[in-house]
């Protein structure tokens, strides 16, 4: 949801000078959408289609700027992957945005929560967690 959300609203707000894409922690082995997430997505306005999960690589995490996580655990596994050094400068998680530019370092209490196979409940909330977090982080950008 994060990637189709900030995709949108850079779109929106003009800014073409970023690049957004997404990859899981975990190999999803290409899977579509979550459609549960795929269902509120386009009910609140966003393209939910042609989404497929690919895997972040090392190569793809040391190959870019800024690195943007859900949850805590996500941030330790980066690290583990790819070293302290080459990334711990650039990934954040995305929930301290929301309280904006100044918590961007934050990362003990800011999770946003997988909501697979929860209740369409715990996707509302993370829908609402991401985009919030991203009204902030575009503030920041």
């Known amino acids: 949801?994060?990637?189709?959300?900030l995709k949108k609203k850079l779109e929106d707000s003009g800014r073409h000078d970023i690049d957004v894409s997404s990859a899981s922690i975990i190999d999803m082995e290409g899977m579509p959408g979550d459609p549960v997430a795929v269902k509120i997505l386009e009910e609140e306005g966003y393209d939910g289609d042609n989404h497929q999960?690919?895997?972040a690589t090392e190569n793809?995490?040391?190959d870019v700027d800024r690195i943007i996580v859900m949850e805590s655990w996500h941030v330790e596994e980066i690290i583990a992957r790819c070293g302290q050094d080459p990334v711990r400068e650039k990934v954040f998680l995305l929930k301290p945005y929301m309280e904006g530019c100044d918590h961007a370092d934050d990362v003990t209490g800011y999770d946003i929560a997988d909501p697979y196979r929860l209740s369409q409940y715990h996707y509302r909330?993370?829908?609402a967690e991401i985009y919030l977090s991203i009204e902030g982080l575009l503030g920041c950008l």
Request: charged share 20%.
């Open 53 to 55: 999960s690919r895997v």
């Open 125 to 127: 909330l993370c829908f």
């Open 1 to 5: 949801m994060a990637e189709r959300i």
């Open 60 to 62: 793809m995490l040391l």
